[in-house]
């Protein structure tokens, strides 16, 4: 081991990171490696890929890999035990934007091919990896991408949305099935991250987005996501298993966006008081 391996939350820890070669997968391996661990970067995009794998030293490798392809995947848990002897985390986080437009004129294969990324991509990644980990013994951590489009109508196009909403489900399902070989299985629901899947090269419409639809006055970055994945990976999450776990700095949390913007509530932020309804009582107000 380096002295680098030797401390660390994941000092010793073998991961498999998908969609690593950019955003918030490549803040995650790069988090990963600075925690201790070693890490897999499986990916589309081989020349960032490897490119990644390089900077980030003897600590990482890359294969490319579509996540689509039984193959690809089988051979990216493979690399994870060859090189390092075992694999303890799972992250499946590939991603695409996917197929996007009125319903009535998506073509069925881009559709398909939507599924096929992101969620096929899960069903594999957890398929390989929960084999090794219940040879293991010792189990392991498996955690899924998902994202704030898959809890509700309004965060993204009809495929992503459902295809996400997917990965909600068979986060639990699995972690209810893996759970007797102490495997835990999570998934996080990003808002809105700066990466390039996120801003396209636009990053001032992106930060317009945020600052209309996001309470917490902050970027969302790829080092957010990476810092819950840490926490799911590690020890500190031992008893958690089956969640999903919004990171969107409060988006979600305004949920049904109603309360402020009638006309008798939209000053009420400049008022205290106390409403009795249709009680006959009258209501207390009291400007500030
Ligand atoms: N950025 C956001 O705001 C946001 C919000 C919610 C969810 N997400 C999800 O987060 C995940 C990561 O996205 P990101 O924002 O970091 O995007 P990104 O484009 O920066 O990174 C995604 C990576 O996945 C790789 N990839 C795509 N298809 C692949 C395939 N078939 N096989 C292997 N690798 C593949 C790409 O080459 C790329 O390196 C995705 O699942 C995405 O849907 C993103």
């Not at 309004?154 to 997917?166: L, V």
Request: hydrophobic share 45%; net charge negative.
């Amino acid at each position: 081991m380096t002295p680098s391996q030797t401390s660390g939350q994941l000092a010793g820890r073998v991961a498999l990171i998908t969609g690593a070669a950019s955003g918030m997968g490549l803040a995650t391996a790069e988090r990963f490696v600075g925690e201790g661990a070693s890490v897999v970067i499986a990916d589309f995009n081989a020349e960032a890929g490897q490119a990644a794998a390089d900077r980030l030293g003897p600590a990482a490798r890359f294969t490319r890999c579509d996540v689509a392809v039984e193959d690809d995947v089988a051979a990216a848990v493979e690399l994870a035990k060859d090189a390092f002897g075992r694999l303890d985390v799972m992250f499946n986080n590939a991603g695409i934007g996917g197929a996007f437009g009125p319903i009535t004129e998506i073509e069925a294969e881009d559709w398909d091919r939507t599924f096929e990324v992101l969620v096929k991509g899960v069903f594999l990644g957890t398929k390989y990896a929960a084999r090794v980990m219940i040879e293991q013994v010792e189990g392991g951590s498996i955690i899924n991408t998902s994202s704030i489009a898959g809890q509700n109508g309004g965060g993204g196009p009809q495929a992503y949305s459902a295809a996400k909403a997917a990965v909600i489900n068979l986060t639990k399902t699995t972690a209810l099935e893996l759970a007797p070989h102490s495997i835990r299985v999570n998934a996080i629901c990003p808002g809105i991250i700066f990466t390039p899947l996120m801003h396209s090269g636009d990053e001032a419409s992106a930060e317009a987005l945020m600052e209309k639809m996001q309470p917490l006055p902050k970027r969302g970055e790829g080092a957010d996501i990476a810092g819950a994945a840490l926490w799911l990976a590690g020890d500190d999450s031992a008893f958690v298993s089956g969640e999903s776990i919004t990171v969107d700095g409060a988006i979600s949390a305004a949920g049904t966006r109603v309360f402020g913007l009638m006309d008798n509530t939209k000053n009420l932020h400049r008022m205290v008081g106390m409403a009795h309804g249709t009680t006959g009582q009258p209501a207390k107000a009291r400007r500030l």
